[in-house]
């Protein structure tokens, strides 16, 4: 949500958040392997995925409501759309997941685009706004500007209003996307796989379990919310008058809004409406006969599912679970008029609250004081998640972090074991280096000491004076001398 609106699109409707619920219908069989016919399929992860997926679906509705930013409603709004999903898994309603992932992509990437271009042309008016105050010779005015151009958020829905007038073609295409996600009947692509969803929790009604029923209520109820927070969003982007001087000259301008922005929206809107279309039950009145005639094989996108799996080992399992079929559920008037009144219902009330009288620059939002200011302010901040997983898990993680592992772990036994490791080889460095100094130095340094010495002790044999060698020769003659006397007084003595 907070990259770029392109990427916005491309993760949210077609590729990292729907790849869940690709991977669930792919690998569907090994969820429904255990399961019990008579018993509607809820059994461990099924049951667990229907409740979970229908209560994200609502759960994620409600944020939505009070969110302001214009992404942030489609990220909430996607997040239900998937619990949708989810919970028509959990139900076995396997291709009415596969129908609503598809229809699904189309409208929401329309909306993340348009919303793209509608943040484009925030923020050309803004900067509009900061080069005209620019020109006024830096006077106090051009001082406030620059702390308004600080703080101004050009995703803020509070900052929008009358666009309708300046960006026509964002305008329809939004529109188009915001319909097909709120499920306007018969008109839009997001009906048909909704109301195919609704009629299959419906179908398990009449089968007597209990569970679908829970499921067919919180899906209703999140569809009323959806229709209701997208004509909320609608309202507050495109309707009244400009509530901020970006707003008042956003899109204007040659460029501004360009055919490169607006083509993709005109061909998504297109498939907004038109995809619904190859899913259209064959027994739905007049619709069914002329969108899924039994002479094109009835429901074309049914056909095409199931080929997907054409060999699948669970066929006959499918075949032998009323749930389970393969074909669109009948037409029931129940989930049909369910459908008719949670749109319509849901969209009649946002079009009293936010079209009828549209917000102006300074109002609060009529919302909160229909839910209440503490209501409100708990949606706004999500439940505060957010904060609860802070305090949960961020904190307790760090604490965790810095106590057990930075100092008990890291600094007491692995740096005192490195410590103590260093220490002991510094102090086997000491002792070799006594014994370095003691014996090696020692011996290596102590015979050229000697020899050094002898040689001062016998330099002094050579003096250069005459009269002290005649004396050694005397010397020495006279050793001599003795030395032979004394030999031969004991040759004498010998003999």
Do not use: C
């Not at 997926?53 to 009070?66: D, N, R, V, Y």
């Amino acid at each position: 949500m907070e990259g770029p609106t392109p990427v916005s699109a491309m993760i949210h409707a077609a590729a990292m958040v729907s790849a869940g619920i690709y991977a669930v219908i792919r690998m569907f069989p090994l969820f429904v392997a255990g399961a019990d016919p008579h018993h509607g399929l809820f059994n461990g992860p099924l049951l667990l995925m229907a409740l979970v997926g229908a209560g994200t679906a609502l759960f994620a509705a409600t944020i939505a409501l009070a969110q302001n930013d214009v992404k942030r409603v489609l990220a909430y709004s996607t997040i239900s759309q998937l619990g949708f999903m989810m919970a028509a898994l959990g139900i076995g309603a396997w291709v009415a997941a596969a129908f609503h992932l598809i229809t699904h992509a189309f409208f929401k990437a329309l909306l993340f685009m348009a919303s793209g271009s509608v943040i484009h042309g925030m923020e050309h008016g803004e900067h509009h706004v900061h080069e005209h105050a620019h020109d006024d010779d830096h006077d106090d005015h051009h001082g406030h500007d620059d702390e308004h151009e600080e703080a101004f958020d050009p995703q803020d829905m509070m900052n929008m209003g009358g666009l309708q007038q300046r960006m026509p073609v964002t305008f329809i295409t939004f529109l188009i996307g915001g319909f097909s996600l709120a499920g306007f009947p018969l008109l839009t692509a997001g009906f048909w796989s909704k109301d195919e969803i609704l009629a299959d929790a419906w179908l398990g009604v009449t089968h007597g379990y209990l569970p679908h029923a829970l499921v067919f209520i919180l899906l209703a109820l999140a569809a009323f919310l959806t229709a209701f927070y997208t004509m909320r969003q609608l309202g507050l982007t495109f309707r009244g008058e400009a509530r901020t001087e970006a707003a008042r000259h956003a899109g204007l301008g040659r460029g501004v809004v360009s055919v490169t922005m607006t083509l993709p929206l005109l061909g998504l809107a297109v498939f907004a409406i038109l995809a619904g279309y190859l899913g259209v039950p064959e027994d739905f009145p007049l619709f069914g006969a002329l969108f899924s005639p039994e002479a094109v094989g009835g429901n074309r996108f049914h056909h095409f599912v199931v080929e997907a799996l054409p060999h699948n080992s669970a066929t006959a399992f499918f075949a032998s679970v009323p749930d389970m079929q393969v074909s669109a559920p009948p037409f029931m008037l129940v989930p049909v008029a369910t459908s008719f009144i949670v749109a319509l219902g849901g969209l009649y009330l946002g079009h009293r609250m936010y079209w009828r009288r549209p917000l102006r620059a300074g109002e609060a939002d009529p919302l909160i004081k229909v839910l209440g200011a503490e209501v409100h302010e708990i949606l706004r901040n999500k439940y505060y998640l957010d904060e609860l997983y802070e305090r949960i898990f961020v904190r307790p993680s760090f604490w965790i972090a810095h106590r057990a592992v930075d100092e008990f772990l890291d600094r007491g036994i692995i740096d005192g074991i490195l410590h103590l490791i260093g220490r002991v080889f510094t102090w086997i460095g000491d002792l070799l280096k006594v014994l370095n100094a003691w014996l090696i130095d020692g011996v290596g340094d102590g015979i050229p000491e000697g020899i050094v010495a002898l040689g001062l002790r016998l330099r002094h044999l050579q003096t250069g004076r005459v009269q002290q060698y005649l004396l050694y020769i005397a010397i020495a003659a006279i050793l001599i001398g003795i030395v032979f006397a004394a030999s031969a007084g004991t040759m004498v003595t010998a003999g």
